[in-house]
């Protein structure tokens, strides 16, 4: 069985920081894109992050350009969020998502859209306070 399972989300206040980690199970995700994408109270879930494979090319959203960090081991089957400066912008459920296809087979560009992610975790909140 395919899981993904966030942790490391949380309560924090404006301007500190946050890691999330996504660990995946069941398989093993090396060949696949990986994302992170959020969605707030009463809004659309957005494209947070993204990342071909290991050490690979990584694509972010303009609202967290400079603050977020998207990075993966695949000797741990895990990816990770390190989020910075966080503001109450930030306050959303985040996801982690694993592509459909090989990394290969995939632009950066196209891992904005979450309809190019076959599995999704539960998510993990996380709440920024000012």
């Known amino acids: 069985q395919v899981q993904l399972v966030e942790s490391g989300g949380g309560l924090v206040q404006d301007g500190g920081s946050l890691r999330l980690s996504c660990a995946a199970s069941?398989?093993?995700?090396?060949?696949?894109?990986m994302g992170w994408f959020r969605q707030a109270p009463g809004k659309d879930r957005e494209f947070v992050a993204a990342i071909r494979r290991s050490g690979g090319i990584s694509s972010y959203a303009d609202s967290v350009k400079g603050r977020f960090t998207i990075s993966r081991d695949a000797a741990k089957n895990t990816v990770y969020l390190q989020m910075n400066s966080l503001s109450p912008e930030d306050t959303a459920v985040y996801y982690c998502?694993?592509?459909?296809?090989?990394?290969?087979?995939?632009?950066?560009?196209?891992?904005?859209?979450?309809?190019?992610?076959?599995?999704w975790g539960q998510g993990t909140q996380v709440t920024v306070s000012s």
């Open positions: 998502a694993a592509g459909s296809k090989p990394w290969w087979g995939i632009s950066i560009s196209r891992l904005r859209d979450p309809a190019e992610y076959e599995y």
């Open positions: 069941g398989r093993s995700f090396d060949e696949k894109p």
